[in-house]
């Protein structure tokens, strides 16, 4: 094997998106990080992520935030720093498949408002579901970064890797990243895999990977020593547990050698100590659980993701079924062996431990059926590694067609359809893609914005008739 260069690591910072959406369900405000933008905009990071995955559907629904004006502020603040989101191929940011006119709009969009790097990843690896994606953000100048998610399983050897980044690299992605959600990748598992596919692709090819089960700092160490290009850390007050290996921790580790970052600590030091009263905050609230810091090593054995194990938490809490909690766990790696093997994230994770949860409640496997599982069982999210279970199919879908083709091929242009439902609420171009995503989401947003606005108007009017708010 060729000697792999050694040089400075890159960085990736996580703390504005996945780092507070994997310990704090992404409740992050933008008035809580955007004092903090100055001085991160001059650590020097590769790209900060800041956007996308569950960010937007939090800001409408939770925050009562338009994620297009965090963007841009953002974009605003950061004056040095490439800033990244996340990005689920064909779902855009939702849960289900869009038309390509839709999903050509949000890349422009996206890059229009300020984003440089899109992050882009399918559910069950499906390439057709990547490259509609990919096409639109070379064609507006963004970086196209296809992610395959990372999953074991006797289909994912290290030649289905090898041949899956090569499919990337031919389909014009500018990097690849491996996308470990559930923090399966052992040191010297990434050792080789990192190896592997340096030799079979020239673009760049960044790590991502969680600490839920306790190996991602190694992890991380020896994927740089074997080549690895970036890594994504967070700062060290939301790092650990289901989020990323800690920053300056990364950071001190390659000092000195030849993959030293040549960030600053004490800048670092500096960022840390803002956003530590707001972890705090987090903890004193219960918004952050003491559960998600710790390491659990049911992740390796269950494949289970960090966000899962919250969700199958609070779905059992919610069916007051908590004590059948390790029974679900078990039944998680059967139904997803029914449902071919697919990688565990977004949105194949929830409609897999939703089932999971349904078949040990009920007592019978497949008694209750959701919607979603169906739509995976007859091909409409795409195509599995490996063969669906043909009595769960039968089970479940009866005699229905099982589509072949590329799910959105069915799926007839929407975006005129969406800007004339959406038109009584439209006070910005962007505003139909907040629609397209989440429409009773969004449109109680637009409702409460309105609201806000017409209260602002009648204080000026107020405040210019001589009368003071209280």
């Given at each position: 094997?060729a000697d792999i260069?050694k ?16 310990l ?7 008035e809580?990080?955007?004092?903090i933008?100055?001085?991160m905009?001059?650590?020097g990071?590769?790209s900060?992520?800041c956007w996308?995955?569950?960010t937007?559907d939090?800001?409408?629904?939770f925050?009562k ?7 841009r502020?953002f974009?605003d603040g950061?004056?040095n ?6 990005f ?5 940011l939702?849960y289900s498949?869009?038309?390509d ?6 890349v422009q969009?996206?890059?229009?408002n ?13 390439i ?5 994606a ?7 100048k963004g970086?196209a970064?296809v992610?395959l998610?990372y999953t ?22 500018n990097?690849?990243c ?6 399966l990748l052992?040191?010297?598992t990434?050792?080789?895999?990192v190896?592997?596919?340096k030799?079979t692709v020239?673009i760049?090819i960044?790590l991502?990977t969680?600490y839920?089960s ?5 992890t991380?160490?020896?994927?740089v020593?074997?080549g ?10 939301f790092?650990?547990?289901?989020s990323?290996p800690?920053t ?5 580790t390659f000092k ?12 670092l030091?500096e960022i840390a100590?803002?956003?530590r009263?707001?972890r705090?905050?987090?903890?004193d609230?219960?918004?952050?659980n ?7 090593i049911k ?18 809490k ?5 004590d059948?909690?390790y ?8 139904v997803r ?6 990688p ?9 431990g939703?089932q ?5 409640i ?14 995976v069982?007859s091909?409409h999210?795409?195509k599995t590694?490996k063969?669906?279970?043909?009595e769960v199919?039968?089970?479940?879908i009866?005699?229905e067609?099982?589509i072949?083709c590329?799910?959105?091929d069915?799926i007839?242009p929407?975006?005129?359809?969406l800007?004339e ?17 989440f429409?009773?989401v969004?449109t109680e ?10 209260k602002v ?5 107020d405040?210019k008739n ?5």
């Amino acid at each position: 094997m060729a000697d792999i260069a050694k040089k400075p690591i890159k960085i990736t910072e996580t703390i504005l998106r996945d780092a507070h959406q994997s310990l704090i369900a992404t409740r992050m405000t933008t008035e809580e990080m955007l004092p903090i933008v100055d001085k991160m905009d001059k650590v020097g990071y590769h790209s900060v992520e800041c956007w996308g995955g569950a960010t937007f559907d939090a800001s409408l629904r939770f925050l009562k935030e338009d994620p297009w004006e965090r963007l841009r502020k953002f974009r605003d603040g950061f004056k040095n720093t490439k800033l990244q989101m996340l990005f689920r191929g064909q779902n855009i940011l939702g849960y289900s498949q869009y038309a390509d006119d839709v999903v050509e709009y949000f890349v422009q969009k996206s890059i229009a408002n300020g984003i440089d790097i899109i992050r882009i990843f399918d559910c069950l690896n499906d390439i057709r579901n990547l490259q509609t994606a990919v096409t639109a953000a070379n064609k507006e100048k963004g970086h196209a970064q296809v992610a395959l998610s990372y999953t074991l399983g006797e289909a994912y050897t290290l030649d289905y890797w090898k041949d899956m980044a090569k499919k990337v690299e031919d389909m014009g992605a500018n990097s690849l990243c491996i996308k470990d959600m559930a923090g399966l990748l052992l040191p010297y598992t990434a050792t080789e895999l990192v190896q592997a596919l340096k030799e079979t692709v020239d673009i760049p090819i960044q790590l991502h990977t969680h600490y839920t089960s306790g190996v991602a700092s190694m992890t991380y160490l020896k994927a740089v020593e074997a080549g690895v290009d970036v890594i994504d850390t967070a700062m060290s007050p939301f790092a650990l547990g289901t989020s990323q290996p800690a920053t300056e921790v990364m950071v001190e580790t390659f000092k000195g050698t030849p993959y030293d970052t040549g960030l600053d600590q004490k800048l670092l030091a500096e960022i840390a100590d803002y956003f530590r009263p707001i972890r705090d905050h987090a903890l004193d609230t219960g918004l952050l659980n003491p559960k998600n810091l710790g390491v659990n090593i049911k992740t390796l054995l269950y494949q289970v993701p960090g966000g899962m194990l919250s969700n199958l938490t609070s779905q059992l809490k919610d069916l007051h079924a908590e004590d059948k909690y390790y029974e679900v766990l078990e039944e998680v790696p059967r139904v997803r062996k029914d449902l071919g093997e697919c990688p565990l994230v977004t949105p194949s994770s929830q409609i897999v431990g939703t089932q999971a949860v349904m078949n040990v409640i009920n007592g019978e496997r497949y008694k209750m059926v959701p919607q979603q599982t169906k739509d995976v069982l007859s091909g409409h999210y795409g195509k599995t590694v490996k063969p669906f279970n043909p009595e769960v199919v039968k089970k479940c879908i009866g005699d229905e067609e099982v589509i072949t083709c590329r799910p959105a091929d069915l799926i007839p242009p929407q975006l005129d359809k969406l800007k004339e439902e959406c038109a009584k609420w439209t006070q910005q171009e962007e505003d139909v893609l907040s629609y397209a995503l989440f429409p009773q989401v969004a449109t109680e947003f637009f409702k409460y914005r309105e609201a806000q606005q017409t209260k602002v108007d009648e204080t000026v009017a107020d405040t210019k008739n001589g009368a003071y708010p209280v």
